[in-house]
Nanobody
Framework: QVQLVESGGGLVQAGGSLRLSCAAS????????MGWFRQAPGKEREFVTS????????YYADSVKGRFTISRDNAKNTVYLQMNTLKAEDTAVYTC?????????????????WGQGTQVTVSS
C-alpha cells in the first residue's frame, strides 16, 4: 500500500489551467502505474488518465485528450496532472490512484491505493 495526497485543486474560469499534484509515501513509487480519476456530483467516478511506471507511456480519456497532460517524477514520488483549456464539464473531485497492474488499464478496480481527492471547479 502507498499513501497518496493530492493538492492543487481550486476554482478557475473556463479556458483556464490548473496543475494537480499527488505526493506518494514510501520508497516504491516507481513500481506503480499511476492514474487520475474524477467524479462529478451525481455521476460515477470516471477514468481520466494514467501513466506507466517509467513515465514513458500515457493514456487519456477521449474527453481530456489534447487538454490534459499526466507526468511523474519518480525522484520526488509525485505524479502531476496539467489541465489546460478547462471546461465547466471538467468540474469534479479529482483523485489519484496507484496500481500494480501489468500493462494499461482504465478500470478503477485495478487501482489499490487512493488519495482523498481535490476539488476542481470550472466556472463558465
Amino acid at each position: 500500500q502507498v499513501q497518496l495526497v493530492e493538492s492543487g485543486g481550486g476554482l478557475v474560469q473556463a479556458g483556464g489551467s490548473l496543475r494537480l499534484s499527488c505526493a506518494a509515501s514510501g520508497r516504491t513509487f516507481s513500481s506503480y502505474v499511476m492514474g487520475w480519476f474524477r467524479q462529478a456530483p451525481g455521476k460515477e467516478r470516471e477514468f481520466v488518465t494514467s501513466i506507466s511506471r517509467s513515465g514513458g507511456d500515457t493514456y487519456y480519456a477521449d474527453s481530456v485528450k489534447g487538454r490534459f497532460t499526466i507526468s511523474r517524477d519518480n525522484a520526488k514520488n509525485t505524479v502531476y496532472l496539467q489541465m489546460n483549456t478547462l471546461k465547466a464539464e471538467d468540474t469534479a473531485v479529482y483523485t489519484c490512484a496507484a496500481s500494480n497492474v501489468v500493462g494499461r488499464t482504465t478500470e478503477s478496480a485495478d487501482f489499490h491505493s487512493w488519495g482523498q481527492g481535490t476539488q476542481v471547479t470550472v466556472s463558465s
